[in-house]
């Protein structure tokens, strides 16, 4: 039903309330003094929407991964899902928040006093701790796959390999883009001092002591100052664990586009190579057939009077022979001279295995070197500098 959400209900103390409780959206509203818009960041379309955290005035809306929830300081609602896969994952986030709520939850101020954690930071802590350790175990798998694959495909390039490995960098870069919503997520909530402020839902008043040393008004003091840093370090600690799970996949897409670009290297050497291959084969194919034209010019039957010397027959072979060996190696010779790659510009007059200070004569002058070409001759730099662009 569209104008119905459901969801599970823990109250104050971490007892499940209600299991899958049907709400009307417009009673849920009313009662959490929310906006229709902010529906929308809890919706349960399949359609994946894009994360967040949204602080009002007196309630967390949360939507990381499969966790959608709603955080007040005396309850949590955690939003049911229509996706099999998350929901195997929602049951077990249930057993971990419920723990999690139930727990007293002792924070340590640095002034020595005890104070228990408020709850909702002990609600959004459990969504932080399940979202990260979701992501830990998902770029895990990933890359225990794709490393594998890269190995392989260092030893040799295999289609199949490649295939996988297209497989696996779709993943990945799509694993990337989730993490970095989530990571960005955070960013903006630690750069935004009225939501970290907007945070602390539970008052004074309510937090119970664990330990006292201090009189309740000097207890509030204390609590508005450590609050707020309180808050800080706890988005800051997870911003950094994701941050850190980020630069993992964003070494293995390096990774991938490194592998990619050497197999594209190699096979490009190789039809290369088979290219070569065919223009050797057509050098060799057009030597002989110039042998055959000498050849068939023989084989007309018209009177030459080479055929009553006695030496005509050797001489005919042995001269079209030496021809067809002259253009066969003429040829060649210029191939492997067109196959030469040159990274410095050469003189008009020069060819790619010229030297590159040629003292041919030309006009009757004879070229020298000139200053410019001294340099790049006696400083290797300029060389060295295009390998490693290269």
Known sequence: NASVISGTVFDKYGNITAVSAAISKTKFLADHSLHPRDLRKIDLSPVSIVPSILVRENCILVN????????????????????????????????????????PGISHYGNGENWIQPYEMKALEAILINVTSTLETEIQTQLSILNHILRDLEDRVDRLKLRELLTGSKGVLAFNQKAVLIRDVMDEILESDEDLEGMRLTKMPEIKKAFSKTTLEKAKEEYDEEHFSEVEMLLDSYYKQTDEIVQQCENVISNIKSTEEIVNIILDANRNALMLLELKINVWTLGFTVGAFFAALYGMNLENYIEETDFGFGLVVGGVALFSAVVTLSNLRKLRTTTKVSMFKLEPTQTLNAPLFSRAPINGKVMTPTKNHMAEKQVPSRRDMTWKWL
């Open 64 to 103: 990381l991964l499969h966790i959608k929830a709603i955080i007040k300081n005396d309850m949590v609602m955690v939003f049911d899902t229509i996706n099999t896969a998350d929901a195997s994952k929602l049951s077990l986030f249930m057993y971990d928040l419920e723990a999690r709520l139930k727990a």
